[in-house]
């Protein structure tokens, strides 16, 4: 691995990383019916591209401390970091998608299992099951409701980093890049929560007119994902709150 990266490589990851978790979510959903067990898979390595990216965008703050770099490295390769990461888009905007039950009542869209990344091992290997002494192969293994929770879950998190991704193309500057890139190294670096987000962001607009502008451009495109995502879910129930 290189120590250090320049920001050409860096916006060029930061890119290929969302649009190949999009590419993962709709293989996923074109599988979900006829092959589950592989639709689980993909949207399980989907959402770990999607935490490769917030990794991504953190690394524009780096420029060449190299002790940075280890700790951007350092997580690279870590299956069950990157997909807890992607859950830190939700501190950015806490979109998320609960599934309406037929008494009206709405329920997360949890994982079953201990780990993320078992959905991927156990989506394409037979394994050996030591409780029951038996092999089980993906097909017995997975039902298609843990495939779909885990696309659903993907396609939330997946809209937020677009939004993040639409709103840097459009202001198109490297100063934009670094401004947001503080954002998100604070949320994978420190143990932040959705309370603390309204005074960081309030921090962040208020420090210059461009960091205004930036969070303005944010907003736009996030509520624009938000409307986007809420037409595909009539089943489901999209929430969000106010800020950035």
Not at 85 to 90: D, F, H
Not at 223 to 231: M, Q, V, Y
């Amino acid at each position: 691995m290189p120590k250090e990266l320049t920001f050409d490589q860096l916006a060029d990851g930061y890119k290929k990383t969302i649009v190949t978790a999009h590419r993962l979510m709709l293989a996923a959903m074109n599988l979900l019916e006829e092959y589950p067990e592989i639709s689980l898979g993909l949207a399980e390595l989907g959402q770990e591209e999607i935490g490769k990216s917030l990794s991504i965008l953190s690394a524009f703050q780096f420029e060449s401390k190299s002790a940075n770099w280890k700790w951007f490295w350092s997580g690279w390769k870590n299956h069950q970091l990157k997909a807890h990461r992607a859950y830190l888009y939700e501190l950015i905007y806490p979109l998320r998608i609960n599934r309406i039950q037929k008494d009206g009542s709405s329920v997360s869209l949890l994982g079953t299992r201990s780990k993320i990344s078992q959905e991927r091992e156990w989506s394409f290997y037979v394994n050996f099951d030591s409780t029951t002494s038996t092999f089980q192969s993906p097909e017995e293994n997975i039902m298609e409701i843990e495939s779909a929770n885990r696309i659903i879950t993907l396609l939330y998190l997946a809209t937020t980093a677009r939004s993040v991704g639409l709103c840097l193309e459009e202001l198109g500057t490297r100063s934009a890049y670094k401004a947001l890139s503080e954002v998100a190294l604070r949320i994978c670096s420190t143990n932040l929560n959705q309370q603390n987000m309204t005074s960081v962001f309030g921090e962040f607009q208020h420090r210059s007119s461009e960091n205004a502008e930036i969070l303005a451009s944010l907003r736009k495109h996030l509520e624009e994902g938000r409307k986007s995502l809420a037409k595909y879910t009539r089943r489901e129930s999209t929430q969000a709150a106010e800020y950035p």
